[in-house]
């Protein structure tokens, strides 16, 4: 929200009628704006996308490709916005959660201003692009047997001093099902090789009822929100 009161938004699309033969869909990441606290919104498009072909025989049972389950953060210096995503695409060494960023002065017209982050700079176009994982995925969205973080959502701890990502990892049988939550830490958005190695925070047998899909953090204090929380928070996955 801006101090004027205008909301950016920005959503995961999921397209029909992408495979002729299944239901397979591709999704994609797209911008809104809204100027009345969200009872109505502008759509600005999509400003995330893949560039690979659609992989129609694709085993994992949701995606034949695309970007999408992210989450967008501000930096601290409010100079850019970046976008933690999932790409379900492409050769395995660019599958897994990615980053991309966008100039915060861009934010009311984000046509053509993200770029992905590849081979240690902000260099490709949002749209189409290479990338470079973060968290790269070990086998392939493609197979059966996919083996890959995914559903990053992002968050600044001001205990800790450090941006906080809680992730999904789906293994290593068709249906995602979750091996559990993971975290790594994080004190410098730009600079995506600082991301530490993922750590464990539930197994799956932990999740109950649920399969431990979309983990997410909220502040507990005054101005706590799913964006900044403190040294303790209430810790929500699958929406419980």
Known sequence: RDPDGTLFLWYHNEPGGVCAANKLTRPRIGAAISYDNGKTVRDLGIVLDSGDPVDCNAKNGFFAGGHGDFSVILDRQRRFFYFFFTNYAGALEEQGVAVARMPYDARRDPAGAVTKYYRGRWGEPGI?????????????????????????????????????????????????????????????????????????????????????????????????????????????????
């Open 128 to 240: 189409g692009g290479h990338i470079s994982p973060v968290f790269p995925a070990r086998v392939s969205w493609q197979a059966a047997n996919t083996d890959s973080h995914w559903g990053p959502s992002i968050h600044w701890n001001t205990h800790l001093r450090r941006f906080v990502i809680l992730m999904n990892h789906a293994c290593c049988t068709p249906g995602w099902p979750q091996v559990g939550v993971y975290a790594s830490f994080s004190a410098n958005l730009a600079n995506p090789a600082s991301w530490s190695h993922p750590i464990r925070l539930l197994e799956n047998k932990q999740l109950h009822h649920h399969p431990g899909y979309y983990p997410q953090v909220l502040g507990l204090e005054r101005n706590g929100t799913d964006r900044e929380a403190g040294q303790v928070a209430r810790l929500y996955v699958h929406g419980e």
